[in-house]
Each structure stands twice: as C-alpha cells, then as structure tokens.
C-alpha cells in the first residue's frame, strides 16, 4: 500500500542549530516528492519538489532535501534554523500519471531562541 | 486574487445542521481538490475536480459530504446533517494544467477551521 511516514511528531531545535525533519515512503512507481510547511493559520506552501535528476534538490527559506531511493527517504535538512521556521511540515508524494497526493501526518517544528 | 481563498474561516456549527464551505481558485487554474486535516492526522483527500472532467468523488468520507465547482471556478463543499467527528480544518488547492499531473504544483487556501458542538 502506498503509505508516507513522519516518525517524528514534533522536534524541538535551538535557534541556529541544524534541523533535519525525516520522511519515508511507501510506492510502487517512480515517486514524485515534495516538502510542504504550514504555519499557523496558513495554507501549505510548497518548499521543494524531486521529479528526477540530482538527489539534492533545493527549496526556498534555506531547505534542502536529499531522495534516497535505497532508503525510500526524502529527509528535509536546514543548516541553521531561524525562529520563524517554528510551523509544521509536511512530506508529500505522488506518481506520474497521478493528481493525488499522499501527505504524511506532519512533523512540528518548535525553535527556542 | 493573488492566491486561493477560502471563506469563511472559521464555522462553528451545531450537530446536525447542514453547512457550506467555499473555495476560490487561483484564476485560471483547472484543477481543484478539496482536503480534510484532522487533528494529528495527515491531509485527507476529499475530492478533485478537472475542468469539466467528472469529478473523482472517491475520498468523501460519505454521503453527507458533497461538492459542486460552477463554471469550472468557485467551489462549494457541503455537509448535511454534520457529527462531531466532521470537526477538522477543510483545506482547497487549486493548479494549473489540464492533466493534473502531480508535477503542477497545488496552491493551497488558508482553510475552514469547521467545529461541531
């Protein structure tokens, strides 16, 4: 079955620590992979995408995310985070040939100043 | 509008009662799907419309649940009868392109914070 997995439900980091939030997957086809963050009283906005290509994509807000298909993981990396980062994220993945997407329950992200 | 809005932002209904939700899409946009973020739960796929394309229905939890797009634009999700197990934040996103292919990217709303007393 497919199936998105964020074994950690929230994560608390000190301000200009480093952060790596953990997402696996579960699919039969060529995943489509994305990392959503949502903040408080927002929608997701989308912070980076893998389709193919370089296993190192890099988003917007300093994100990075690395696909390891002998993993079947997406993890999300910062180097350094910022107190506004404080949101939830969430990992995504579809299939070409597909509109739907397979949202993990979330991971969220704390910052102590 | 710039981006997808959603109104209202918050309903507080009581059991039973039937309510409304809408959704405008980014203009131009042909796909529109409408999710369901329960508490501690990842985002529950609801529905997805496509142009005039029929649409896939496959994710409304039952048949309280409906939803119409007039003139492949706005959307309004309906729940007759509402339980409490129906309290949950109602997501829309709209995109771009007529396969709906995962590779267009979803634009999501703010949400309707729903409550059932």
């Known amino acids: 079955a497919q199936s998105v997995t964020q074994p950690d439900i929230h994560i608390t980091v000190s301000e200009g620590a480093s952060l790596e939030l953990r997402c696996n997957y579960s699919?039969?086809?060529?995943?489509?992979l994305f990392w959503y963050v949502q903040s408080p009283g927002q929608g997701l906005q989308l912070l980076l995408k893998?389709?193919?290509?370089?296993?190192l994509v890099q988003g917007i807000k300093g994100f990075e995310a690395e696909f390891k298909r002998s993993q079947s993981s997406f993890n999300l990396r910062k180097p350094s985070v910022h107190w506004s980062d404080a949101a939830e994220y969430f990992c995504?993945?579809?299939?070409?040939?597909?509109?739907?997407?397979?949202f993990g329950t979330g991971t969220r992200l704390k910052v102590l100043a | 509008g710039a981006g997808v809005s959603q109104s209202p932002s918050n309903k507080v209904t009581e059991k039973g009662k039937d309510v409304e939700l809408r959704c405008d899409p980014i203009?131009?946009?042909?796909?529109l799907y409408w999710y369901r973020q329960s508490l501690g739960q990842g985002l529950e796929f609801l529905i997805y419309?496509?142009?005039?394309?029929?649409?896939?229905k496959s994710g409304l939890p039952s048949d309280r649940f409906s939803a119409e797009r007039t003139g492949g634009s706005v959307s309004t999700l309906t729940i007759q009868r509402t339980q409490q197990e129906d309290s949950a934040v109602y997501l829309c996103a709209s995109s771009s392109g007529t396969s709906g292919g995962p590779a267009n990217e979803q634009f999501f709303g703010p949400g309707t914070r729903l409550t059932v007393l």
């Open positions: 203009s131009g946009h042909t796909a």
């Open positions: 699919y039969g086809a060529t995943p489509y």
């Open positions: 995504a993945v579809g299939a070409k040939g597909t509109y739907k997407y397979i």
């Open positions: 893998y389709f193919s290509g370089d296993t």
């Open positions: 419309f496509q142009g005039n394309s029929a649409p896939d």
